[in-house]
């Protein structure tokens, strides 16, 4: 199914009009990888946490993160922001997202998802909403808007979308997913989500979850241990799935 660059889905409705909906079944390592992520981010309490979901590459890391999302993170009202490298991933992401959507708790009447980049198929940074649930974006998308060099006409800096996005979700709480997290070490990522002005910074309470099939080098251990503000990460670590590619 084509999906557009926002989605609105009036759940109520989508429920009642999909009365055959089957949810897809997860594997055996996918339930223990919701196991793991629920005994490490506990979204009641305000202590932020962070961690890692490795999983090897076909063996549903994307499907496993928007599942446990769906039904623990988006029915609290938590708003999620969904980090990515490229467009083939944000799509890979908001295609899942949109056919799970069904299945959300039905305490949640509404979801409204929106894939942000500079793919003119994609919706423009400028549009993000307050109302928007699932942001879904690519890095140097979300790095070039949440501190913009641009200022109005008497000279103060402007306050973009996707930065009022961000300083609203202090009221919501904040779930930040980052997608190829091997890679988040770079400099700019690593300013983005733990720098003086990053979104940990600015939303003191937001969760980090990484998504990777890589095994974790130096680097990339010292900056989760960097980017939990010097405690220990939680490492949620899967390392075998049968049937692999079944998911996405």
């Known amino acids: 199914m084509e999906y557009k660059e926002y989605e609105s889905f009036n759940l109520e409705q989508?429920?009642?009009?999909?009365?055959?909906?089957?949810?897809?079944?997860?594997?055996?390592?996918?339930?223990?990888?919701?196991?793991?992520?629920?005994?490490?981010?506990?979204?009641?309490?305000?202590?932020?946490?962070?961690?890692?979901?490795?999983?090897?590459?076909?063996?549903?890391?994307?499907?496993?993160a928007v599942k446990w999302s769906c039904d623990?993170?988006?029915?609290?009202?938590?708003?999620?922001?969904?980090?990515?490298?490229?467009?083939?991933l944000l799509d890979q992401a908001f295609s899942t997202f949109c056919e799970n959507a069904r299945d959300i708790s039905h305490s949640k009447k509404t979801l409204n998802i929106r894939r942000v980049s500079s793919?003119?198929?994609?919706?423009?940074?400028?549009?993000?909403?307050?109302?928007?649930?699932?942001?879904i974006m690519t890095i140097q998308t979300a790095i070039s808007n949440l501190h913009?060099?641009?200022?109005?006409?008497?000279?103060?800096k402007v306050k973009t979308?996707?930065?009022?996005f961000i300083e609203d979700s202090k009221e919501t709480g904040l779930f930040v997913i980052v997608d190829e997290a091997h890679h988040s070490s770079a400099y700019g990522c690593r300013n983005l989500l733990i720098g003086e002005?990053?979104?940990?910074?600015?939303?003191?309470?937001?969760?980090?979850?990484?998504?990777?099939?890589?095994?974790?080098?130096t680097d990339t251990k010292l900056y989760i241990d960097s980017y939990t503000n010097s405690k220990k990460a939680k490492l949620v670590n899967i390392t075998s799935s049968p049937q692999t590619n079944e998911h996405n």
Do not use: C
């Not at 979308?161 to 009022?164: G, L």
């Open 148 to 156: 913009p060099d641009a200022l109005d006409g008497l000279g103060n």
């Open 14 to 64: 989508l429920r009642k009009k999909d009365t055959h909906f089957s949810p897809k079944p997860p594997f055996q390592h996918q339930v223990e990888a919701f196991k793991k992520l629920s005994s490490t981010f506990k979204l009641d309490s305000k202590e932020p946490r962070s961690g890692l979901l490795v999983l090897p590459t076909g063996a549903g890391k994307t499907f496993t």
């Open 161 to 164: 979308a996707f930065r009022k």
């Open 72 to 88: 623990h993170v988006i029915p609290k009202n938590i708003k999620i922001l969904w980090l990515a490298p490229s467009f083939y």
């Open 197 to 217: 002005k990053g979104l940990r910074e600015l939303v003191r309470n937001s969760n980090i979850l990484g998504l990777t099939a890589e095994m974790l080098n």
């Open 119 to 135: 793919n003119p198929s994609h919706a423009k940074a400028s549009s993000i909403q307050l109302t928007d649930d699932i942001v």
